[in-house]
């Protein structure tokens, strides 16, 4: 007793410096270790120095602290997005944006639209568009030629595996009929082997690299109109799942300008063509563009496809394709060394795999790699981790792999069942995002939104993630009920676990004493909205710094 009362008179005798701000009357969830409660949080410097009662919180009130008082408001950590595209997705709302258009119809007004905005010879770029709105994810150049006039077009789906092309645009490429498909590319064909209008994955480049490419203002308008959307979502980090010298660029000037608004931890984009060699030249970018919020400290390597473009690479044949199961784009040895000189240069390693064998090779890789990471502490991960064989899915916790899943992915839409399931053997859909075997496992589990693939709103991905059905609010049919995760499992997939998966945990990703200020305060406490009502609960305010970079606007103005 008497040790505790000298220990009380000790903080007593040294009053705290005022909070900068109080956020008061909240249900807080804290998201640390023990996955705490607390009803304030006292922000100074942009950093959190109290979280606690409402009561004790008042010891940090000063004259000149902003109080807000909740009235049993959430407050969460910030959304962290392991996974996401901010400036090409934020180029693609700036050109011409086809995301979310229900049918092929609207995807066609749209484009007559864009195209009738520029000038005779001015390329019609932009993307987004739905592979399920064409019949067999199959868009013709016919179409687009009747609506894009003697324009060149080049519109890339909302996944980013295929392009859809014009008449004008395959001529510029000098894609006809007697043109092979590239290595790891398919040019969609008639019967006569005409092209059609569809290009995937590096037969994208035929054309692709024809386009002017988009310049620096745009990319920087690009990045501001995403990162708009991101912190009305409440996120408040992001991880740059593939980043150029000209995104790290767009990142440094919008960081200049002071409209970064959220942190950046990019991953530096490998070429396939080359070898270990460009590892020299990623550790010289890491240099260069390091600053206050932008960690380019990862490497991204692309391992395969997708399964509805039939570019995965499994271990099995795709049953609608006898005898092909798809090729990884990096032999085994090939990713293994990559992999390896990554690790030894102390990169996290962020690989997209999306076929079982894809999955398997890369961890096979990451294993290899042990002794180059052993020490480093290095967050190795496997981005989309779409279809993982039951012994794979194991091996994540073993080798301390981070599955970097893209919750609102898992549900029985078009891709699903349309362009997904009739490839596979029925026993294997089962190991479709397997996000409850994995986060039961042991193994860290992280989410991310590949935006501008599929929406960013984090909450939508949750509702997914705990429902396993449409983010609609109708109830549908649930996909591998097995694999329904909870909520504060997916909440920490989507906060702690992200930031473990950007290496700022020690900074970010819980409400606790000494991290960054970065908050989402939110309309409703999730624990008390029903689980199909998730996505669509509104946040309030979106805090990076404990500076506000977003404030939902005052009703009824
Ligand atoms: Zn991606």
Redesign the pocket.
């Known amino acids: 007793m008497l040790r505790t009362g000298l220990l009380v008179l000790a903080v007593a005798a040294t009053p705290n410096p005022p909070a900068d701000l109080l956020l008061t009357g909240a249900a807080v969830y804290t998201m640390d270790p023990v996955r705490s409660w607390a009803e304030a949080v006292a922000v100074r410097e942009g950093r959190i120095v109290f979280v606690g009662t409402a009561k004790d919180a008042q010891a940090w009130r000063g004259p000149r602290t902003r109080v807000v008082e909740l009235a049993g408001r959430m407050i969460l950590p910030g959304f962290h997005d392991a996974?996401?595209?901010p400036v090409s997705g934020g180029v693609e709302l700036a050109q011409c944006d086809l995301n979310n258009l229900p049918t092929s119809e609207t995807v066609v007004a749209k484009v007559r639209d864009c195209a009738a905005r520029l000038g005779p010879d001015q390329w019609v770029v932009g993307g987004g568009y739905a592979l399920p709105v064409f019949a067999g994810g199959l868009a013709l150049k016919d179409v687009l030629d009747s609506v894009t006039g003697s324009r060149p077009a080049y519109l890339t789906s909302a996944d980013?595996h295929s392009a859809w092309v014009n008449s004008r645009a395959l001529a510029n490429g000098g894609v006809d009929a007697s043109t092979k498909d590239p290595e790891k590319g398919r040019i969609e064909r008639n019967e006569n082997g005409e092209p059609v209008g569809t290009l995937r994955e590096s037969a994208m480049r035929l054309v692709g690299r024809h386009v002017p490419p988009p310049t620096a203002a745009l990319r920087l308008e690009g990045l501001r109109l995403a990162l708009g959307q991101l912190n009305r979502a409440g996120v408040t980090a992001v991880q740059e799942?593939?980043a150029s010298r000209a995104y790290l660029e767009t990142y440094r000037d919008a960081e200049k300008q002071g409209v970064l608004t959220a942190r950046v931890t990019a991953a530096l984009g490998t070429d396939e063509a080359r070898g270990p060699e460009q590892v020299d030249d990623l550790a010289r970018l890491r240099t260069e563009f390091a600053s206050a919020r932008v960690r380019p400290v990862a490497a991204k390597i692309f391992a395969d496809g997708v399964i509805e473009g039939r570019t995965a690479a499994m271990i099995e044949p795709y049953l609608d394709r006898p005898g092909f199961r798809g090729e990884p784009n990096l032999s085994r040895d090939k990713l293994t060394t990559l992999v390896r000189r990554l690790a030894a240069a102390g990169f996290n390693v962020h690989v997209?795999a999306i076929g079982d064998r894809a999955v398997r090779e890369t961890l096979d890789a990451m294993e290899a790699a042990r002794p180059e990471a052993a020490g480093r502490d290095l967050r190795f991960q496997i981005?989309?981790a779409q279809l993982i064989r039951p012994e794979d899915g194991a091996r994540f916790r073993r080798l301390g792999v981070i599955a970097n899943f893209q919750p609102l992915w898992a549900y029985a839409d078009s891709y699903m069942k349309d362009l997904t399931w009739p490839a596979l053997r029925r026993e294997l859909w089962a190991y479709l995002y397997p996000m409850r075997s994995l986060v039961r496992s042991g193994a860290v589990v992280a989410f991310g939104s590949?935006w501008s693939?599929s929406s960013l709103v984090p909450l939508e991905g949750i509702q997914v993630a705990v429902t396993r059905q449409s983010p609609d609010e109708e109830p549908s049919e649930v996909m591998q009920p097995d694999e329904v995760i909870d909520l504060p499992e997916a909440l920490a997939a989507y906060t702690i676990g992200a930031a473990y998966a950007m290496g700022l945990e020690k900074q970010t990703g819980s409400v606790e004493v000494g991290k960054r200020a970065d908050l989402a305060v939110l309309a409703e406490n999730l624990f008390e909205v029903p689980a199909r009502r998730l996505g669509k609960t509104r946040v309030l305010m979106t805090l990076v710094d404990g500076e506000p970079v977003y404030q939902e606007p005052p009703p009824n103005k």
Request: proline share 0%.
């Open positions: 996974h996401v595209h980013g799942a593939s997209h981005a989309h590949d693939v």
